[in-house]
């Protein structure tokens, strides 16, 4: 296939996990607003987000290059969580979250400039175990999850702040749903085992 493929995500995370399908692909900044619309649901958030970043740099980019946007929001008590930014914010998200169920919505959009697209969007839900004070101000000094919707890396030490994972697709938490992500990369003719 003669198209290229490119990411629009800054996201270590994201780059990672499609480095693993072995396409080659560049890295475009999407430059999209990602403040949430009045009483949007976190699931409609995901999508719209996705659906912006790929168009925005599908835009940019132009010629025939297919375009990958993903967002990923963390939902508790039917609202979003967003990335905690720092110390303070990360240990009040996970004393919230303690003992309780959390969904993340991991929306994917692959775009072409001429208008066409393919999406999909992964539902992961986290149970974590009713974590102490102690234990929460550990992880958080140790992983620094600053970064990171619900405050914890799956992929590195926050797993063990986990009961239990229900999830399709085991990417999807850490940002970029790979199963989804080839089932839509071949759709789009990119060649994948």
């Known amino acids: 296939m003669s198209a290229r493929l490119v990411l629009?995500?800054?996201?270590?995370?994201?780059?990672?996990?499609?480095?693993r399908l072995g396409l080659p692909f560049t890295v475009e900044r999407p430059e999209v607003d990602e403040t949430p619309a009045p009483g949007e649901a976190p699931a409609a958030l995901a999508m719209r987000l996705g659906r912006a970043k790929a168009r925005a740099v599908a835009t940019r980019v132009g010629g025939d290059a297919w375009v990958i946007?993903?967002?990923?929001?963390?939902?508790?008590?039917?609202?979003?969580?967003?990335?905690?930014?720092?110390?303070?914010?990360?240990?009040?998200q996970l004393q919230r979250m303690r003992g309780r169920s959390v969904r993340f919505h991991t929306s994917?959009?692959?775009?072409h400039p001429d208008g066409r697209s393919f999406d999909a969007c992964d539902l992961t839900c986290v149970r974590l175990r009713a974590l102490t004070d102690a234990?929460?101000?550990?992880?958080?000094?140790?992983?620094?999850?600053?970064?990171?919707?619900?405050?914890?890396?799956?992929?590195?030490?926050?797993?063990?702040?986990?009961?239990?994972?229900?999830?399709h697709d085991p990417t999807a938490l850490v940002g970029l749903p790979l199963i989804a992500t080839a089932r839509l990369l071949r759709a789009a003719g990119f060649a994948l085992p």
């Open 8 to 19: 629009a995500s800054t996201s270590a995370y994201r780059r990672a996990l499609l480095a």
């Open 108 to 111: 994917l959009v692959l775009a």
């Open 135 to 167: 234990e929460i101000a550990r992880y958080v000094e140790a992983e620094r999850p600053y970064d990171c919707a619900g405050s914890f890396k799956s992929e590195g030490l926050g797993i063990v702040l986990f009961e239990a994972i229900d999830s």
């Open 69 to 92: 946007g993903s967002d990923q929001v963390a939902e508790l008590d039917g609202a979003p969580l967003g990335k905690p930014g720092g110390p303070a914010a990360a240990i009040a």
